[in-house]
Nanobody, 120 residues
Framework: QVQLVESGGGLVQAGGSLRLSCAAS????????MGWFRQAPGKEREFVAG????????LYADSVKGRSTISRDNAKNTVYLQMNSLKPEDTAVYYC?????????????WGQGTQVTVSS
């Protein structure tokens, strides 16, 4: 079955950096659009960044644009989210997700999440 396993979260001071990873298995990784989402306490889950199967096309939420970079290594079935200049408002559980059809908003598979905490 499909598994998405995130890692790389943790506690970091404001202004610091983190690199999240998401290892995928059970799917033809290069044919899936991958996304990162986050959910802060008491808030709805929100889109952070997305990347096409080839890695050519990326999309970012305004809240992280210029501070974050999504990338993927199709040989390793892994997608990454490099986050720089972190702010306390970036504190959330970060999830990776996969969708087969790039022009839909619905993601088919989700990971279990990794906690990111940014202290001020």
């Amino acid at each position: 079955q499909v598994q998405l396993v995130e890692s790389g979260g943790g506690l970091v001071q404001a202004g610091g950096s983190l690199r999240l990873s998401c290892a995928a298995s059970g799917l033809t990784f290069s044919t899936y659009t991958m996304g990162w989402f986050r959910q802060a306490p008491g808030k709805e889950r929100e889109f952070v960044a997305g990347i096409s199967g080839s890695g050519v096309t990326t999309l970012y939420a305004d809240s992280v644009k210029g501070r974050s970079t999504i990338s993927r290594d199709n040989a390793k079935n892994t997608v990454y989210l490099q986050m720089n200049s972190l702010k306390p408002e970036d504190t959330a559980v970060y999830y990776c997700a996969a969708k087969r059809w790039p022009y839909t908003t619905q993601y088919d598979y989700w990971g279990q999440g990794t906690q990111v905490t940014v202290s001020s």
